[in-house]
DNA sequence: TTTAAAAAAGACATTGAAGTCATTTATAAT
DNA sequence: ATTATAAATGACTTCAATGTCTTTTTTAAA
């Protein structure tokens, strides 16, 4: 895949609060990694970082766990891939290279930049909502690892 | 970028052997490593690899290397792709789920697909020749990581 | 046939992503 | 105030990709 497990992490578990949180209960990193089938601890570090960007809310102690916020639906995928694991991917080289630029271009350079470009609309264009459409129990299905 | 740093060694020592080796000149790794300021013995079994799939023939002993064959140049980096690091990303799901088919289709399913599919296209059209338009000078400046 | 050169092969070391575990901090209910 | 709950934090382990070093194998020249 393109991605980090950290980045399908976040998304699923993002997507998985949008998809229950629906009045005022919050959902627990517990219940997320069970029903996602993801490393508990592993996610938990995941979601603080998301929390601390703003994509969600959280709260500790009794009745805690995370929510959505006003903005958690607008969040585009670029955004989450920014949290986890950085954007850095769409200016390296394809072959390694120090400088990617059209100043050293290499014999790949600008096949690969349409290709990145065109990965990155689409990350940038697609939020959390996008996601969202269908319905519930079958959305829920897949994000799930079975 | 999207790629292992192997399968971006491997383009370019191949391409540095089809540029350089045009006589009967071989080329060594020794060579090979300098110039593209690659670790010179992980070079050497990725250059392995390539040659065990005909891609570059080489031989042992004095004045030996590695030098191109009939088929090099019309090798595409797809193949050179499947030979480093293998083709499992193009059905591999980018959020991370086990399965990934229309079947199972996670929310980023079918614009991933779209994207992927692409990726893999320009690889399989590409070959090596296809890169080394232009002039050589320039072309080994290119794939130098200065 | 001996020697030197070069690839091939194998045994380790390093690194960063991923994953585990224990402890700390914050908070709601009583 | 105390307690229980849940996130946050930090120390550690694991694993695969990457990188280093040494030894082995092959081959051409003398
Ligand atoms: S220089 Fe290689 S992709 Fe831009
Ligand atoms: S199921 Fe996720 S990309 Fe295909």
Do not use: W
């Not at 697609?126 to 799930?144: A, F, Q, V």
């Amino acid at each position: 895949m393109f991605f980090t497990k950290s980045f399908g992490y976040a998304v699923r578990g993002i997507l998985y609060v949008a998809l229950m949180s629906d009045e005022k209960r919050k959902v627990q990193i517990e219940e997320i990694a069970e029903r996602l089938s993801v490393p508990k601890h592993f996610l938990g570090k995941i979601m603080n970082k998301v929390v601390k960007q703003k994509i969600l809310d959280s709260t500790k102690g009794p009745y805690g766990g995370f929510s959505v916020n006003n903005s958690t639906l607008s969040v585009p995928l670029l955004k989450v891939m920014e949290v986890t694991e950085g954007l850095e991917q769409f200016s390296m080289c394809a072959l390694g290279l120090k400088k990617c630029d059209p100043e050293h271009p290499c014999p790949v350079h600008y096949k690969m930049e349409g290709l990145r470009s065109d990965l990155r609309k689409a990350l940038a264009e697609d939020t959390i909502n996008d996601l969202m459409i269908g319905n519930k129990p079958e959305l829920i299905r897949n994000i799930s690892a079975t």
